[in-house]
Structure formats: C-alpha cells, structure tokens
C-alpha cells in the first residue's frame, strides 16, 4: 500500500532549469528517503533525512523535510538531461523493529537538452 | 564490493514452470529484502529478512517462495504463476545507516 502522494507526476523541464518534487505522507516515520529509477532498472538511492533534521543537501540535490505537515520536497538544481528518470519518495516507519519502506507513487522528470 | 547483484536479467516462464530469481550482496548488509514493480507503479514490499530469517511476509500468494541460504544470499522460487505475476522482482539489501541498495531487477514474464 502506498504511504502517500507526490506531486507532480509528471515534470518536464529544460536543462539549466530547477526542479522541484514533492511528497507527502500520512504516518510517523523515522526516515524519508529518495530514488532514482531510470527507465525500468534498478533504485538508486539519493538522500535520507532522519525525522529530527529538517534540511539536507547532497550535490545538486536538496531535501526538506516538514514532520509537522508530514511532507518532504526534492530540489534538484542546474539539471541535466541524464537527471531525466523517476523519482520516488520513500518513508521508512521502522514498523515492528523492521526496516520497510513504503514508496510514493513517483515524479516522472523530463529534462530537454 | 557495493552492489546488489541479480539473476537473471529477463525471464521468460509459462504457468507450469518452477524457477528461481536470485539476488547477493557482499556489503555485510543484515537485512534483504525482495520487492515487486508493475510498469510505472512503485516498488511494493513482499518479504523481509533479517539475519537469515524472514521477518516479514507482505501477504504474499504462496506461489512465491523466499529462502536465504546465508547473510549474501537470497532467493525467489517461483511456482505455478499467473501472467499478472509479469513484474519486475527487486532486491535491496538494508545498510547500517538505513538506507537500502538496490540490484537492478529481474524482468518475469509470465506467459
């Protein structure tokens, strides 16, 4: 079951351009997390930001984190054309002493050369 | 060695078959993982094992059988599918800082 929204589903930009997704949830978490999936392969994690941090930059990217609106937004800025994939956000809640990550639906980015 | 490693890449199976998809990892990682993905859908949690034992099954149909062997291996026996089972199958392996890695699927059709 999914955990929550991400909005837009879709986003289609031009490079040099930003981009900006957004994700929201509906439990307690301990972490939220963010990936990469370029066309049907494999995850590829980006950044984790742990329930107690409210900013976090890696690179390109940065992530917020607001618990008390239990949403989170990626910003990826001066984007590239190999930005181009899905992105999803993904809430870890730690149920029942486990690890388990609950995936948003996903933000489909475009970026034009 | 920081990869999650699958196999095979693609398979092809008609709903008589018996297979096996196979995931390794050799970060010392306790905790594997196997997920489902329909085509533009995200992952879904199946099974959780944590140091060798499953700890979570996602009420999964029986046709779908996980084994770990040992702390870098994992296993998906496949049994008796049904075509909507066509998905691609991910493995994730759980670091110490809690995030997963993630292998690169494994493409099921099932005919």
């Known amino acids: 079951s999914q955990q929550g929204e991400e909005d837009p589903q879709a986003l289609s930009i031009q490079e040099g351009e930003n981009a900006t997704m957004n994700c929201s949830y509906k439990?307690?978490?301990?972490?939220l997390q963010w990936y990469r999936q370029n066309s049907g392969r494999g995850l590829v994690h980006l950044i984790l930001i742990r329930s107690n941090e409210r900013e976090k930059h890696s690179g390109r990217l940065r992530v917020t984190l607001d618990t008390s609106k239990k949403s989170s937004s990626l910003l990826i800025t001066a984007s590239r054309a190999a930005d181009t994939a899905s992105y999803f956000c993904a809430t870890d809640a730690f149920s029942g002493g486990y690890n388990k990550l609950i995936f948003g639906a996903g933000t489909r980015l475009a970026v034009h050369p | 060695d920081t990869e999650v490693t699958q196999t095979p890449k693609h398979l092809v199976m008609g709903m008589t078959n018996k297979k096996s998809l196979k995931c390794e990892q050799h970060?010392?990682?306790?905790?594997m993982y196997w997920y489902k993905q329909k085509a533009k859908k995200p992952p879904e949690l199946m099974f959780v094992?944590?140091?060798?034992?499953?700890?979570i099954n996602e009420s999964v149909p029986s046709r779908f059988s996980p084994e770990c062997p040992n702390s870098s291996l994992l296993n998906l026996h496949l049994h008796a599918l049904q075509p909507e089972d066509s998905a691609l199958y991910l493995c994730a392996s759980l670091s110490l800082g809690d995030e997963q890695f993630f292998g690169p699927g494994t493409r099921l059709t099932v005919l």
């Open positions: 970060m010392g990682h306790r905790a």
């Open positions: 094992y944590s140091y060798e034992k499953l700890s």
């Open positions: 439990t307690s978490i301990n972490n």
